[in-house]
Structure formats: C-alpha cells, structure tokens
C-alpha cells in the first residue's frame, strides 16, 4: 500500500515539469548547462541580464503556479488562465475578470442541475 501512494507522490513531484512547454525546456536546459549563471545564459540567448531574469522569475512562477494548482485541485480552465499571467500573455485586470466569468458560469450551471 505504501508503495502506490509513494507511486502517486513521485508523479506529482515530476507534474510540473510536464506542465513546460518546449521553450521553458530548452530555456531550463541551457540554465543548467551554464551551472545557473544567468550572465553567461543571457550572453548565450543574446540578450540582457534583465531579460533573462525577467524569463527565469516567469518560469519559476510557473512552477510555483503549477505547485499550488496541484494542492487545490483547480481545473484545466483555470490552470490555463494562470499560466498565461504567469507568461504576461494576459494582464492581472484581464485574468481576474476571466476567473470571475468562469466562476459565475460554474455557479449557474451547478445551480441549474440542482433545479
């Protein structure tokens, strides 16, 4: 018993990285391979210090996104809407809105099916 709930543990410990797009790899691997200088890594992107960081700050808000998603059990909808605030696709403005829409359509829906 003890080892499919170890099982299960090790899967959600890896989820996060599922979660990344190839382009978060990519940017992760080269992170890595440049033993996590991000003055050599924005000389291998070629581009600023501050563009790296502002890149790294996104993916780690990815994760940490991913992370607390995973505790609370939100839905597809709203993971996806997380992670374009985490991307800057989508302004705070825009996603509260979008989570609010949702929220309210959900609301109406469940009240519907109890009716």
């Known amino acids: 018993?003890?080892?499919?709930?170890?099982?299960r543990q090790d899967k959600e410990n890896r989820l996060w990285v599922k979660r990344l797009d190839d382009e978060d790899v990519a940017f992760l691997k080269r992170f890595l391979l440049v033993s996590g200088s991000l003055k050599d890594l924005a000389k291998a992107y070629e581009v600023s210090y501050p563009t790296v960081r502002l890149r790294l700050d996104r993916l780690i808000q990815k994760v940490e996104i991913g992370d607390e998603l995973n505790a609370r059990d939100a839905g597809p909808f709203e993971r996806s809407v997380r992670y374009l605030l985490a991307e800057g696709i989508i302004d705070s403005s825009i996603f509260k809105a979008l989570i609010e829409a949702h929220q309210c359509e959900l609301n109406q829906t469940h009240s519907s099916q109890n009716q």
């Open 1 to 7: 018993m003890e080892t499919c709930s170890t099982d």
